[in-house]
Structures are given as C-alpha cells and as structure tokens.
C-alpha cells in the first residue's frame, strides 16, 4: 500500500487537470448549443442555465493549475457556485469562503459575509419581496471574495497572500452578481449609482494597498482588489442600463464583464510565475529580493507580462477594459449642467488617481525585483528553473496573451448562449471593442504589433550599440571597500530600494508628514466608526451596558429580522 502511494500521488494531478478540461469543453459545446450524449439534467432551483455557466472556462484553467489542496476546494466551491441555483450558489460561495480563511482571525473577518450569503440565499426564494435589497446583501456578501476594503493597512492582518484560492473566489462573486434578479427602476437606479461611488473608492484603495505592499503576493493581492472594484463598478453600470432601459450599455456592460473573466487569467500566470521564484529565491519580501530581470530572464519576461495585463497599460487586457469603463461612464445618463457634470467629472477622477496609484506600484515592483540588485545571496544564486516548469508557466501564460490580442474572439466564445452573437460566429475577423454609442472602436491587435515593431526596433538599436570591451577593465573604486561577489549588480549605494520609487514620486506631490498624518487621521477614524458602531449596537441590546454582543446572538437577531421582514412585505 505504502509502494503504490508515490505513483498514486504523481497521476493524482494530471487527471485532475484533464477532468477540468473537459469541464471547459462541456461548458462551451453546452453554450454553443451542441447536444451532448444523453442531453441535458433539469432540476430546476438546484442548477442553473444561462450565460453566467460560461465562468467555467476560467474557472476550469484556475483548477486545472491549482497545486494545494486549498486551492482545489476552493474551485470545487466556485465551481458549485456558477452552476448551481440560488440557494446552492450562496452554498458554494460560502465554501469558498471557508476555504479562505487560513486562521481563526480571518474566520472571524468572513462571519459577516456568511450572514449576508444566508439572507442572499433566503432571498433568491423571493425575489418579489426583497428584491431591491438584493444588491446591497450581495455587496456584503461578495466583499470577502473580490478583496474588497476600506482599510489602508497593508500589514499581514490586514492583507492576505494572493494565491489560486484568491481568483476562485472572484469568479465565485461574479457569478453572484450575473444573476440579480431584476427589481424596481427606482431601486436599480439608486443601486446603480451607490455601487458606481462604492466601485471607485474601492479601486483607489486596492491601488494603494498594492503600492505600500511589503512583499510581491501582497502587491498581487492589491491589484486583484482593484479588478474587484471594477466588478462592482460594472454591476453597477449594468444595473443603471436596465432601470433607464438603454440596451446598448447594458450590453457593452455585459461585454466587459466578461472581459474582467479574462483578465483574471492573468493572475494565474502572476501566481504560477511567483510559485517557481519563491521556489528559487526564497522569500517574496521586497526586500530581501532583486535582480531577477537578470538572474531569471525568461520567468521574469512571464511575470511582467502579467504585471501589465494587470496594471491597465496597453496595449494588454487591462487597458482593454479601462477604455470600455470610461466609455461607459461617459455614456451614462446624466442631467444638463454642471450638476449633472459633477458626479461623473468625480468617478473619473478617482478612477484617474486609482489608476496613477496604480502605475506607481507597478513601476515599484519592476524596479525592485527585477531591475534591482540582489540582497542576499540565494536571491543572487537563483536561475531559470528546468524547462519543464518553464513550459507549464508559458502554457499559463499564452490565454492571456491571445485574449489581449484578439478579444472578440473571448467575447464570441463566452457568449455562445446569445443567438445574436452565435449568428455573428462566422465574422469573427471583426476583433475590434466597439463603445456603447458606436461611435469609437479599439483594435488591440494593431496595439499589439504596433508594440512588437517598437520592441523589436529597440532591440536592434541595443544590439548594434552594444561594442565588447577588448580586454578586461577592473573599474575605479574611488576608494570604497570591493563589492562582494555575490551582488554581481555593484555598489549597493547606487541602486533603486524596495521604496524609493514610490517614495520619490510622491514626495513630488505630497510631502511625507502629510503623507503619514493622513493615513494616521484615517486609520483613527475608522477605528472610531467601529467603536461607535459597536457601542451602539452595545446600547440597543442591553439599554446602556456597553459591552460587547456575541456573535450567535447577532447571527439570531438578524435572520429573525430578515424573516420578520420578509412576512411583513409580503
């Protein structure tokens, strides 16, 4: 028994790969309309039909990679929460949920979001009465998923390692947020703007958090928390399109959607790209890290791919999807004046400065761990690993790229179920991104060749600039005690730290007490918004005794109120 577990252990993971593969393919051939053997299991309530099925296909590509066990349960959760009902998505995303809490403090963190998917799934069963709260319950309930915070801490307790559990968990709330029910006009245009405000001031928090990140997981974990707070700004597009009946933004809406489930591809190569360097130059801290543009070229290439995909610059996925947001924040029905200016001049701008934020943590980490030096000698010692783990990360790696050169063709595939887009199938040579009034388009493509011709340029300039010295020249020290041989990049003195960057840049535009004061002053508010909200609900429950309620009974006293509420409405 014990001879045969090695040989189990190695086949175990490859067949769980193909298994997930031919749950991409059942997905599509089921989108596309293509019969399978023995059709088609209804059960209604329990699993689900529709477009959103389709968030298989990345979902299946995150398990087909995952290596850890609690990345594995994680997509089980996910997987259950995309095909299933109702009731039985909360079930699932609560498993995901379970599956990301690593510690009991993180347990705790998550029980609100428990509550919120009890009463999600209570009212999936009656869409009539509480409709209009769904999307506020499914805000709460999908926080925990998307990485979504306020808070601009940045230590471990504060932000979590990003891992393959973390993208399962945003396909998780994607699909929660696909199959809102459909409610008032009034509720659906409240709802719309709130989740439009919320969306911007998420993203601009993600971005900081990932600029002031200690080490490269937690930098990942800010950028997905900013493609969190894309997805609710998007939730709450679609929502506005509906309550004012404008289906041309609904569908550019649904279109982008889409394109964040793309995007979240490039986290999988973002995370398959720091497994093999955690594996080869040891911890991820930013500083203790360096020089790996150098010592590993080809795993580096890889990851900055990812990084940019990420970061929103062109001509990849992420800036994509930042040219069809601002579209439709500039199509959205405003009234005339500047008072009817104001509140999209205020999105843009947050959004501008999340993104400039975002830039910044981008050019940190480049600079530190792959244009920096080494800072230690087993980050000086790491190489390009063999050239089987190699092709397992370019094999994570080529989805992304194809998706940001010809993203019409994602969008056909994910949307195989629309008979408007299965007649458009045979025109796919049209992979542009059209804007919701029709009058712009985005051709990735060209951007694309565009960007290789340019690189390719730079690459022969470098190369004919480039003259071999004849000999050896020992250079001029002026001095200083001689280099250790293991910081083959030189003199320590000369080269970018783990903050200098982001530091340097906006010392230009605020100076560092502000800087520091501010982050004080919003860390103490916060902290008073919390001790004020629990002394409150300290007095509701015993008239004055300020002390603490326990969890159970918050847990009893809510669902009491949630049916209490649900028998008055109806």
Do not use: K
Not at 96 to 112: E, I, W, Y
Not at 288 to 311: D, W
Not at 443 to 472: I, N, S
């Amino acid at each position: 028994m014990c001879v045969g577990l090695p040989g189990q252990a190695r086949w175990a993971r490859p067949v769980r790969a193909a298994g997930w593969l031919v749950v991409c393919g059942m997905a599509m051939a089921c989108s596309h309309r293509c019969a399978l053997p023995g059709g088609v299991v209804a059960w209604p309530g329990v699993f689900a039909g529709g477009p959103d099925v389709m968030l298989l296909v990345p979902l299946g590509l995150v398990a087909a990679l995952a290596r850890i066990p609690r990345d594995c349960s994680a997509s089980l959760g996910a997987a259950l929460a995309v095909i299933g009902g109702g009731v039985v998505s909360s079930i699932g995303a609560g498993w995901v949920l379970l599956a990301l809490c690593r510690t009991p403090q993180a347990g705790r963190r998550h029980a609100p979001d428990m509550i919120a998917l009890l009463l999600v799934a209570a009212g999936s069963r009656f869409p009539g009465q509480v409709g209009y709260l769904l999307p506020g319950l499914c805000w709460l309930a999908t926080q925990g998923l998307l990485g979504l915070s306020l808070s601009l801490r940045v230590a471990p307790r504060g932000l979590r390692p990003f891992h393959m559990a973390d993208i399962a968990a945003m396909i998780a709330a994607m699909s929660l947020w696909a199959r809102l029910p459909a409610g008032t006009a009034v509720a659906d245009m409240r709802w719309g703007g709130v989740l439009i405000v919320a969306g911007c001031l998420f993203y601009m928090t993600a971005s900081w958090r990932a600029l002031r990140a200690p080490d490269a997981r937690r930098v990942m974990t800010g950028l997905a928390g900013g493609t969190g707070a894309i997805i609710i700004t998007l939730a709450g597009l679609m929502l506005l399109a509906r309550a004012d009946d404008l289906p041309g933004m609904a569908s550019c809406a649904q279109r982008t959607y889409l394109l964040v489930a793309g995007l979240l591809l490039a986290g999988v190569l973002a995370v398959r790209a720091l497994d093999v360097m955690e594996r080869e130059a040891g911890a991820l801290l930013l500083f203790r890290l360096g020089g790996l543009g150098v010592l590993m070229p080809r795993l580096s290439a890889l990851f900055a791919l990812a990084l940019l995909a990420e970061s929103g610059l062109p001509p990849l996925l992420g800036f994509s999807i930042i040219w069809m947001l601002l579209r439709l924040l500039a199509s959205m029905p405003h009234a005339g004046g500047l008072a009817g200016e104001v509140p999209l001049l205020l999105a843009l701008a947050v959004l501008g400065v999340g993104w400039a934020v975002r830039m910044l943590a981008l050019v940190r980490i480049v600079a530190v761990m792959l244009c920096g030096r080494p800072r230690t000698p087993r980050g000086a010692g790491a190489a390009d690993p063999p050239v089987r783990e190699q092709w397992a990360v370019l094999g994570a790696g080529l989805p992304i790229m194809l998706v940001s050169i010809w993203p019409g063709w994602w969008l056909a595939l994910m949307q195989g179920a629309d008979a408007q887009v299965a007649s458009a199938w045979p025109h796919l040579a049209a992979v542009a991104l059209t804007a919701p009034d029709g009058g712009a388009a985005l051709h990735p493509a060209r951007l694309c060749l565009f960007a290789a011709l340019v690189g390719a340029v730079v690459a022969v300039v470098r190369r004919l600039a480039r003259r071999p010295p004849a000999r050896q020249v020992a250079g001029w020290q002026q001095g200083a005690p001689v280099v250790p041989p293991w910081m083959v990049f030189g003199d320590p003195l000369t080269q970018v730290g783990p903050g200098n960057p982001a530091r340097m840049l906006l010392d230009m535009a605020v100076a560092a007490p502000a800087r520091r004061r501010f982050v004080r002053d919003y860390a103490h508010g916060l902290l008073l918004a919390r001790r004020l909200m629990r002394s409150g609900t300290g007095r509701v429950a015993d008239a004055g005794c300020w002390r603490r309620v326990p969890g159970a009974v918050v847990l009893v006293v809510a669902c009491v109120l949630a049916l209490m509420f649900i028998a008055w409405q109806g």
